[in-house]
């Protein structure tokens, strides 16, 4: 396995919102924990959850969850990246319950922008403080037929203007010649002080 940087297990879901869809759409769908599939029994002690949930149409979204961290792949995920591919943050964080898909001119989707909190802790109390808490939008790659899903950019969406705008046009123009395990997501546009810095762990 290789690893980028500081890893751990699973946690969530999503219901179903789409329409006609045409270049550079956007479809939407939300968490829903009460109707996703366990895929490894729930270890109450370290609280670690692995969840396959709805997504949109068939694409499905895997969610994981552990030292209450999380990491999210979607579309055709092979077993591979569902076991062992683990994509967050540093501190402790929590994704939002809403999704975007973008799609492309077939109306599959190619890549999903999801927020995400990040509490970020105090140097003088080490704790983790509400001043410090940041927001970072993901923009996600969807795996198809390579079964490769992953991180393909953040946006801090404390520091920048128009964060929505930029995320999306990560999602429309760096997705589709990005290679997971080998390309390394990055920040674009302005990065704040809260926006921390992100871990990777992939497949072998």
């Known amino acids: 396995m290789k690893q980028f940087a500081y890893a751990i297990p699973f946690l969530m879901p999503f219901s179903m919102a789409a329409g006609p869809a045409h270049a550079n759409d956007s479809a939407y769908t939300d968490l829903d924990t009460d ?3 366990a895929l490894l029994p729930e270890d109450t002690e370290s609280g670690s959850v692995s969840l396959r949930c709805r997504g949109f149409k068939d694409y499905a979204v895997y969610f994981k969850e552990g030292d209450l961290r999380q990491s999210i792949l979607y579309g ?4 591979t990246y ?8 540093e501190p402790f964080n929590t994704a939002t319950r809403k ?3 973008r799609l492309g001119v077939d109306g599959k989707p190619a890549a999903t922008i999801l927020r995400w909190f990040l509490d970020n802790i105090d140097p003088v109390t ?6 410090l808490k940041g927001q970072v939008l993901v923009v996600s790659k969807v795996a198809d037929g390579s079964g490769q899903g992953c991180v393909v950019g953040y946006v801090d969406a404390l520091a920048n203007p128009e964060p929505n705008a930029l995320a999306r046009e990560i999602a429309d123009t760096r997705t589709k010649d990005f290679v997971c395990g080998r390309n ?3 920040y674009h546009g302005i ?4 926006a921390a810095e992100p871990t990777h762990v ?3």
Do not use: L, Q
């Open 35 to 37: 109707h996703c599939k």
């Open 82 to 89: 569902v076991n062992d591919a683990f994509e967050s943050f």
């Open 126 to 131: 080490y704790e983790p403080s509400p001043k």
């Open 76 to 79: 055709f995920v092979s077993d």
């Open 99 to 101: 999704i975007e898909w």
């Open 184 to 186: 390394m997501a990055a």
């Open 191 to 194: 990065r704040g002080p809260t």
């Open 202 to 204: 992939f497949p072998d």
